[in-house]
């Protein structure tokens, strides 16, 4: 059950983008697994992918393919990874490639593949080839959330948003998607997600805007601390509103986008696998950005604190010493003061005499907590997302392949 999450009822479509999602069989049955979005020609792509560098065939191609043209279409498939797999993994995304292509008369780096599921499984070409030509024939603007769907796989609800803004007095919008529920962690998680907009936007200031709200947003996420082999995120431009974001129009283009993934992200922390916590990580007068998000994920990452707050216990001294084995250089605990929720209960490294357990349990009782930590060391500060550990993710995970 996600905490606090309800899909939105309405995905706009983006001139310039259509999508199709069929039932290819891949690995699941009697449900859509295949997505295809087709991408108008003219368009600006921009890509983010997993820092892991045992990273799957399809990202290699991605990052291969995007050297040499602007995307035309990107084939997605859940159930089966394509990671560990070799140089005949990298053959079938190849094979994949090719086989689409030929069906849309393109060049197959015009083709982008994104696989997610299972690692170290080979992926059959059979089910794509014998499932392109219904998925071309069913591709339309408003298949949004049938796309969202189609991506999922330990997830529990599918994710997906839209915003509009005005640019020089034309409106336009942006509609993305995302999946992630487990192996999750920054350096883009496991998670693939899909952002598309209207505006014409020239691609070195689409990546560089990209690549801004990731680090913002789905590179400030951790479930579990495992980062995957498969992470993509993919932003495209198609210009279709005939609006340019340029000078002034960009900060505010980028605020829009930011929050679209700050949603998609936050979003993937309410489904994580298993949770029952949505739990903010602020660290404020940090000496630096480095050693704030140091802290925030340390915290994040540790088991203790996690079931700790799935149990609901106020067990505070575990976030202590979470905060005290940092890899960081530069700590002063007599500088520290910590706060869960309203509760206060360190002072310059001194615990709250106030503090009392009753006030600690009402705040770890709540299904949304905000654990700050105030250093009083400089001006950086960051925030980070994160779940509890429970019973239920250890369910998920040990029964994940049968």
């Known amino acids: 059950m996600a905490v606090n999450y309800t899909p939105v009822s309405q995905v706009l479509s983006v001139e310039g983008v259509r999508l199709s999602a069929v039932a290819a069989g891949i690995r699941y049955k009697d449900r859509e697994d295949l997505l295809l979005i087709e991408i108008a020609e003219g368009s600006s792509v921009a890509g983010v992918f997993t820092q892991n560098r045992f990273c799957a065939a399809p990202v290699l191609l991605c990052r291969e393919h995007l050297t040499r043209h602007t995307p035309r279409f990107l084939v997605i498939n859940s159930g089966n990874a394509n990671a560990g797999t070799g140089e005949r993994g990298l053959a079938s995304a190849r094979e994949i490639c090719q086989s689409l292509a030929d069906l849309t008369g393109l060049s197959p780096e015009q ?23 219904s998925a071309i024939a069913n591709l339309a603007q408003d298949n949004w959330s049938a796309a969202a769907r189609a991506i999922m796989t330990t997830d529990t609800l599918p994710k997906a948003i839209s915003k509009k803004l005005t640019l020089g007095g034309k409106e336009i919008t942006l509609t993305g998607i995302a999946k992630g529920a487990g192996m999750i962690e920054p350096n883009m998680a496991t998670m693939l997600a899909y952002v598309a907009t209207d505006a014409l936007i020239e691609q070195e200031l689409l990546q560089s805007m990209l690549k801004r709200s990731a680090d913002l947003s789905f590179n400030s996420i951790t479930v579990d ?10 932003l495209i431009a198609t210009g279709k509103a005939g609006v340019l974001v340029k000078d002034g129009d ?3 283009f980028q605020q829009t986008l930011n929050e679209l993934c700050h949603y998609l992200a936050q979003a993937i922390i309410r489904d994580a696998e298993g949770a029952t916590k949505f739990v903010t990580l602020s660290v404020e007068s940090a000496p630096d950005l480095e050693t704030a ?20 216990d106020p067990n ?3 976030i202590l010493a979470a905060i005290g084995r940092s890899p960081v250089k530069r700590l002063d605990i007599s500088k520290l003061s910590l706060w869960l929720g309203d509760t206060h209960l360190i002072q310059a490294g001194e615990p709250v005499e106030t503090y009392t357990e009753q006030a600690g349990q009402l705040e770890m009782d709540k299904q949304e907590i905000t654990i700050r930590i105030e250093l009083n060391d400089g001006d950086a500060a960051t925030a980070v997302w994160t779940s509890d550990l429970s019973h239920d993710y250890v369910t998920i995970n040990a029964e994940y392949r049968s």
Do not use: M, Y
């Not at 593949?113 to 030509?133: H, N, R, W, Y």
């Not at 601390?225 to 993919?234: H, K, Q």
């Not at 998000?293 to 609901?312: E, G, M, N, Q, Y």
């Open 111 to 133: 083709i982008l593949p994104f696989s997610t599921g299972v690692i170290g499984e080979q992926l059959p070409v059979a089910p794509f080839k014998d499932s392109f030509p």
């Open 225 to 234: 601390g495992d980062t995957s082999t498969n992470d993509a995120l993919v």
């Open 250 to 252: 960009i900060e505010l």
């Open 293 to 312: 998000r140091a802290i925030a994920f340390t915290v994040a990452r540790s088991p203790l604190v996690k079931t700790a707050l799935f149990a609901s």
């Open 316 to 318: 505070w001294g575990r």
